[in-house]
């Protein structure tokens, strides 16, 4: 597609349910980033897939947070058991990128504004 | 660890006034720097970027200059439009990872 596209664009649950947000990068684009925006507060790196690279979880902020991509195309970060603090805006994004670290510049998606009340 | 310090806001000014908005940041190495600007339900866009120490990225009127010796890249606009009202976002990348770290942003408000 012509960007990065998220969904839902917004998702009310339960404490305690568990959630997937999907992110579907621009097609071609090796790289592909999560980030958190929780209300007043800057961006928060989540996790980074790269082509076939080990993915970079080191910002996922507990176990009940997890991102699988498959290939270089749709990724989904899902939440178990959420809590009342995990709501924010999720955001995606992906760039070209190589292995040998170069990266062409992000492109973002809208993000989803997950609730949980 | 990297990090990026920017002013907080929200910052208002009236049309055609002069705009700064401090970003200050640190980082090992030679990191590249970003601005990020968000409008009104819109996703983040890339504002401008310089990728070493004195380089000047600029974009639609706004302008940010690498200062390594002061550890700075502060957005600067000589005249701002109600159109300029968004949230601006500070960034740099660096080192062995091509993530962005933010800062937490500053939103701008511009009345006519």
């Known amino acids: 597609g012509a960007g990065v596209s998220q969904s839902p664009s917004n998702k009310v649950t339960e404490k305690g349910k568990d959630v997937e947000l999907r992110c579907d990068p621009i097609s071609g684009h090796t790289a592909l980033y999560w980030y958190r925006q929780r209300l007043g507060q800057g961006l928060e790196f989540l996790i980074y897939?790269?082509?076939?690279?080990?993915?970079?979880k080191s910002g996922l902020p507990s176990d009940r947070f997890s991102a699988e991509r498959t290939g270089e195309s749709v990724s989904t970060l899902t939440i178990q058991r959420t809590q009342q603090e995990d709501s924010a805006v999720y955001l995606c994004a992906s760039s070209f990128g190589d292995d040998r670290g170069r990266n062409y510049g992000y492109t973002f998606g809208s993000g989803t504004r997950l609730t949980v009340v | 660890g990297n990090s990026v310090t920017q002013m907080e806001g929200p910052v208002t000014l009236s049309e055609e006034a002069f705009l700064t908005i401090n970003c200050t940041y640190t980082a090992t190495g030679y990191p590249s720097l970003f601005w990020y600007v968000q409008y009104p339900g819109e996703g983040l866009q890339l504002l401008l970027k310089a990728t070493k120490a004195d380089d000047k990225g600029s974009n639609k009127g706004f302008e940010a200059t690498y200062r390594k010796e002061t550890t700075s890249f502060h957005l600067e606009k000589g005249s701002v439009q109600v159109s300029d009202s968004a949230v601006y976002f500070c960034?740099?990348?660096?080192?062995?990872?091509?993530?962005?770290?933010f800062g937490t942003g500053t939103l701008l408000a511009v009345q006519p």
């Open positions: 897939f790269q082509g076939n690279s080990a993915p970079d």
């Open positions: 960034a740099l990348r660096g080192g062995a990872t091509n993530k962005l770290i």
